[in-house]
């Protein structure tokens, strides 16, 4: 088992209101599993996928990372194993404006020991599988949005996944969701439906 969540919730303090992102999230994902999570604005889907990625830490239960607890991690400890482990495909893009595109593909690589040629080849094979080659000098700025958003993202998700990795989206559009193996729905913090099977309930 990849990813396992056990009673995760999620909760925001302010002077005057707690607020419970997620209650009690008990979660299974494989390797290699396709999963769409679904729901209504402010049900917890990226508070939900903050957490899968590290991005942020449970209020209490725990997150089991390819057999390792994380929830108790430093944000350095998850800066690290995030930068080597998680890829994310952002909807506001998350583009640094004043670095070039070919710069900001580089930037996360330049926390690994890697070789300038290395990180080169890898950038370079990066931006021409999603033919983006002849923009790597330009700035995001001279980028249109479908440029920078790119069509081919759900068909690059599917490539990957083919090729083994394991893939959770969070979507409001049923057309991508009936794309994953698996869809949850989330619905005030906590999970109400899940269809589909998971890998190991079809015995991959």
């Known amino acids: ?15 005057d209101v707690e607020t419970f992102a997620l209650r009690d999230i008990t979660l299974a994902i494989d ?16 508070t939900l996928l903050a957490i899968l990625g590290l991005l ?38 998350n583009l640094i404006g004043d ?12 926390y690994r020991d890697l070789s300038q040629r290395e990180r ?9 599988r999603v033919e983006m080659a002849h923009r790597a000098n330009h700035f995001p700025a001279q980028l249109s949005g479908g440029q920078q958003q ?26 991508f969701a009936h794309r994953a193996s698996r869809t949850i729905s989330l619905l005030d913090g906590t999970i109400r439906t899940t269809e589909g099977r998971s890998l190991q309930d079809i015995g991959a």
Not at 57 to 86: C, F, K
Not at 162 to 171: F, K, P, S
């Open 1 to 15: 088992m990849l990813v396992e969540l056990n009673a995760v919730s999620r909760l925001y303090r302010t002077t």
């Open 31 to 46: 390797r290699g599993e396709f999963v769409a999570i679904e729901g209504p604005s402010g049900c917890g889907k990226s």
């Open 56 to 93: 942020e830490a449970p209020t209490s239960g725990t997150y089991r990372l390819d057999g390792a607890n994380v929830e108790h991690l430093t944000a350095d400890e998850r800066a690290r194993l995030r930068n080597r482990a998680i890829g994310f495909v952002f909807q506001n893009f």
């Open 99 to 110: 670095l070039s595109v070919a710069e900001n593909v580089e930037l996360p690589l330049t």
């Open 120 to 128: 080169k080849r890898r950038v370079a094979e990066a931006l021409a």
């Open 150 to 175: 790119r069509e081919r993202v759900m068909e690059l998700l599917a490539e990957l996944h083919a090729g083994g990795a394991t893939i959770v989206m969070v979507t409001h559009d049923p057309r």
